[in-house]
């Protein structure tokens, strides 16, 4: 259909621009239509999916609905997208009854470093007063300068003034910068909810190593950093592939399962991962790959890190120095398999928030 909006409005792109979004709009009411199975049961909006072509983000949505679907089947669940959401807002207000429960996606952009995504999350905040909402496990950062103190005083007013949030902390270091700063809220503790999933079976023989190496603005290695991680490898394993949780390329809805299930064969046919992306090692551990993370330039890795370093099949370095000796620990490593029973229990509280609204 979209290629034949842009045939028909090839010249024109104020035209494209119309019938794109009027299809668009027609694709969300069909969506939303199937998913409201029965509008006398309560309903949970699933706000602000990703669609962009960070695996990561990706994964928190799935995991999020598959959590959702686990333990609240009887309900209605409403996916609906950040693009969605800002090009609808006036629709999604009408058919959000005061009864039903909103979610916001987890992750890391609780702060002013995605600042897109920080103001997709007040405009909800502010524009559903009524309705219990519960933001999913996320990492809070705002930048120690004028500008990012500035946007933590912006969100702060907004979110205190709304008594029906509840928000979820993925690490200690968020979940106290919260409890500080969002006085007038519900606050809990929880791992990041991609820690829910569990796909180690099927098992793949595995061989070679895999990096997954940030180059974004998140990244802190050096390029010689880079090219000697590379090279240990080398000469540790017969292979060495180079890849990211990013890909080029947009993921509809759609396409969320077998995006995630090509990267997870990918994960497991590895003897093991390096990585500085928190979700390159949240990947590791529910895959049951061994895996060595190198920090980040805030808390969000080590953070996380401290719900799964009761596995030994992941450790956690500051710098590169230790890698050859996390190679040869890795290496003799036993017992290599996740149970997220270890992390489910810390779920319960979100539960509760559910159960109890």
């Known amino acids: 259909m979209i290629k034949v909006i842009k045939k028909v409005a090839s010249n024109n792109k104020y035209?494209?621009?119309?019938?794109?979004?009027?299809?668009?709009f027609y694709k969300l009411k069909q969506i939303v239509k199937e998913?409201?199975?029965?509008r006398n049961n309560k309903?949970?909006?699933?706000l602000l999916e990703q669609e962009h072509g960070n695996l990561g983000?990706?994964?928190l949505g799935y995991?999020?609905?598959?959590?959702?679907q686990d333990y609240f089947p009887e309900y209605n669940l409403v996916g609906i997208t950040e693009r969605e959401y800002n090009d609808y807002t006036k629709y999604i207000k009408k058919i959000v009854k005061s009864t039903d429960i909103i979610t916001l996606i987890g992750g890391g952009s609780?702060?002013?470093?995605?600042?897109?995504h920080e103001n997709s999350r007040r405009s909800i905040i502010e524009n559903f007063r009524e309705n219990r909402i519960i933001s999913f496990p996320q990492s809070m950062y705002f930048s120690n300068t004028i500008k990012g103190q500035q946007e933590q005083e912006i969100s702060k007013g907004i979110y205190s003034s709304n008594k029906n949030l509840i928000l979820v902390a993925r690490d200690k270091v968020s979940y106290k910068l919260m409890k500080n700063t969002f006085e007038n809220n519900k606050v809990i503790l929880t791992p990041d909810i991609v820690l829910y999933l569990n796909e180690t079976i099927p098992k793949r023989n595995r061989s070679g190593a895999l990096a997954l190496i940030r180059s974004d603005v998140e990244g802190v290695l050096s390029n010689d950093e880079k090219e000697k991680i590379f090279t240990l490898l080398k000469v540790n394993y017969k292979t060495v592939n180079k890849s990211d949780t990013l890909i080029n390329r947009d993921v509809p809805r759609q396409k969320v399962s077998e995006e995630l299930s090509d990267l997870f064969e990918m994960i497991k046919k590895a003897e093991l991962i390096i990585t500085d992306r928190l979700h390159g090692m949240v990947f590791a551990a529910i895959t049951s790959t061994p895996c060595i993370v190198l920090s980040n330039y805030n808390h969000k890795i080590k953070s996380q890190y401290e719900w799964i370093m009761n596995l030994n099949y992941i450790k956690f370095l500051d710098d590169i120095n230790g890698i050859e000796h996390a190679i040869d620990d890795l290496k003799n490593a036993d017992d290599i398999d996740y149970n997220n029973e270890c992390v489910k229990s810390h779920y319960q509280q979100i539960i509760n928030e559910i159960v109890g609204s």
Request: proline share 0%; charged share 25%; hydrophobic share 45%.
């Open 15 to 24: 035209i494209y621009k119309f019938l794109s979004k009027s299809y668009h």
């Open 35 to 38: 998913s409201l199975i029965n």
């Open 43 to 46: 309903s949970i909006f699933l």
């Open 57 to 59: 983000d990706i994964a």
């Open 63 to 68: 995991a999020r609905k598959k959590f959702l």
């Open 110 to 116: 609780l702060g002013d470093q995605y600042l897109e």
